[in-house]
C-alpha cells in the first residue's frame, strides 16, 4: 500500500462543503468518484479539515491509502481529467504511511476576502463578501489583535460545535488593502483581505470572526470590547457569521521532518 498527499483547489460555491454527508454534494464525494474511476478502488480520503457549504479552498491537502502503481506525476493530470472544471488537484506526493492529513497539520492559515468599493466584482463575485459601506480598517485590525494567543473561543464557535474543548490558539492575523480596482476619486475602500493563523479552527470560528469585525468597523461594536466579548465563552456575545463565499483555506502547513518519518505527534481534537 502507499500513502499519497495530494493537494486540491477548489470554488466551493456549489458544493456542500469539503467533507461526505449524507445526501450531500461535496469536493469529497467528487475526488473520490474520481479516483474510482482511475484505480478501480472504492476509498475514504482524509481531508485536512472541513471547510463549509460555499467555501474554497486554496491547495487543501489530503491524503489517502492506494494499491494503485500509478506514478506520482501522473496523479494530477489523471484526476483532473476525471474532476469538473471548478475543482483541479495541484500536487502530489508519496508521504509515510503514518502521515494523517488532519491530524498532522501545525498551522492553518485562512483568508477572507470583504471588497470594500462602491460596486461588485462580477469577475470576483462568488469570492468576495461585497460591503460597500464604510468600514474603519484601523479599528478593525486593533479588534483582530484581541483575538491573538490561546484561548477558549466558544464566542466564535457555531452553537452546534461537537469539540470537546474550543481552546485553540490564533499565531497570526492581519489585513491587506488591495487598491487596486479603486474609481480616482470615489469612495472605494479597495478589497480587504483578512489572514488568520491558527493551529486548529472550530465550526464556523472564521465567519464569526469575520462578522463581529465589520461589526467593529462599522462602529457598532468598539474594538476595546474585542477581549471581552472572547472571555465572555457565549456565542451570544460577538457578531453575525459572515457569508460563505467570502472565505478560503489558504494554506496548511506541516512539520517538515515529519513528511520523512512514520511517526507523528497528533492532535485529534483538530
Known sequence: MRNLLMKVNY??????????????????????????????????ITGSGR????VHAY?????????????????????????????????ASEVPLAFHSRRG??????RYTINGNRFPDPFQRRWQHHH?????IQAMELGLAGLLGTHDYTSFASRKSTK????????????????????????DQGVVHTYITGNGFLQHMVRIIMGTLMQVGEGKISPTKVPGI?????????????????LALWSVEY???????????????K
Open 230 to 246: 472572547l472571555a465572555a465563552c457565549d456565542r451570544a456575545a460577538a457578531g453575525p457569521t459572515a457569508v460563505a463565499k467570502g
Open 105 to 110: 497539520a501545525k498551522r492553518k492559515t485562512y
Open 59 to 91: 491547495g487543501q491537502p489530503f491524503n489517502f491509502m492506494t494499491s494503485s502503481q500509478i506514478p506520482v506525476e501522473r496523479w494530477c493530470l489523471a484526476l483532473n481529467a476525471r474532476l469538473p472544471q471548478d475543482i483541479v488537484v495541484t500536487e
Open 164 to 187: 470537546t474543548s474550543h481552546v485553540r490558539t490564533i499565531f497570526d492575523a492581519k489585513l491587506e488593502i488591495d487598491r487596486s480596482m479603486c474609481r480616482l476619486g470615489s469612495a
Open 132 to 136: 460597500p459601506g464604510k468600514l474603519d
Open 255 to 269: 512539520d517538515e521532518s515529519m513528511m520523512q518519518a512514520d511517526q507523528y505527534t497528533v492532535d485529534p481534537e
Open 11 to 44: 470554488d466551493g460555491t456549489h458544493y456542500d462543503g469539503f467533507q461526505t454527508q449524507p445526501q450531500g454534494n461535496t469536493i469529497q464525494d467528487k475526488l473520490e468518484y474520481a479516483i474510482l474511476h482511475l484505480t478501480g478502488e472504492t476509498l475514504k
Open 51 to 54: 471547510t463549509d457549504a460555499g
